[in-house]
């Protein structure tokens, strides 16, 4: 199977996936000419380089790349913590994950919301996924204590106004099923317990919450708990949209 890493990446990301310096810090090394590239000094920003093929120097070093990056998805079960350890030892969701490897939650689910959680041992990327100019759409299946009115889905729809802000945009349906209890939506932010906010303020409890997908990626055919390694075009297509025109 072909390697993500083996196609073209910017030079600066080839160097800060080689553990060796930020993106931005790899820039500045580029600029002073301390990079080499197949035997030639480079200063361009931006330069594509191939892992694996070409040969960079820092500094008289060879940059290798020590191990590919890893990128998870688990279907997140209730009482589970999205931390990295749990000081009270409740079950976290690296618990779950049980991998050899450091691996980062990409944003967080509540303790008793269910779903979709990415994790990747790409730092960077992790980083960029959460940046809010990313605008990554969120799926969410919701189910509250009473029928949702359509002028609640109308006022979810254009924005509500929460403590930290109004809310964009969002995508709101009815699912069958529910006598009008469950509702589908799509949000592209991703603020602490926006959802539930969204749903308390207009007067509903929100009984269950569940991630259907984040961006691309769902949870179909994953039992509640387990995990599986991203699929190379699930991570090409995480990566355009995180990364734009950068790959
Ligand atoms: N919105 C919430 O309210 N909770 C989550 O866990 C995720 C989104």
Not at 222 to 247: F, H, N, P, Q, Y
């Given at each position: ?135 990554i759409p969120k799926s969410y299946r919701v189910r509250c204590d009473n029928p949702v009115t359509r002028e609640h889905m109308a006022m979810l729809r254009s924005g509500v106004r929460l403590s930290d802000g109004v809310t964009g945009p969002a995508d709101i349906r009815s699912l069958p099923g529910g006598k009008g209890t469950e509702v589908g939506i799509t949000i592209h932010e991703g603020r602490n317990r926006q959802v539930r906010r969204m749903f308390e303020l207009l007067g ?44």
């Open positions: 199977m072909k390697s993500p890493s083996s196609d073209p990446v910017r030079l600066n990301r080839y160097l800060s996936m080689c553990g060796i310096a930020s993106r931005r810090k790899a820039d500045d090394m580029i600029e002073a000419g301390r990079v080499m590239l197949n035997g030639t000094v480079v200063k361009e920003l931006g330069i594509r380089i191939r892992p694996g093929v070409d040969q960079i120097f820092v500094d008289g070093a060879e940059a290798v790349m020590v191990k590919e990056p890893q990128y998870l998805v688990l279907n997140k079960p209730k009482d589970t913590i999205t931390t990295l350890s749990d000081e009270k030892g409740r079950r976290t969701v690296i618990d779950l994950i049980r991998s050899r490897e450091r691996v980062y939650p990409i944003g967080r689910l509540d303790r008793n919301t269910t779903g979709v959680l990415l994790f990747t041992s790409d730092g960077s990327f992790a980083h960029q996924l959460m940046h809010p100019r990313f605008r509903y409890e929100v009984k269950s919450l569940d991630r259907v997908a984040y961006g691309p990626i769902t949870y179909e055919g994953l039992i509640r708990g387990s995990v599986r390694k991203l699929t190379i075009r699930e991570i090409r297509a995480l990566r355009r949209l995180a990364l734009g025109d950068e790959e």
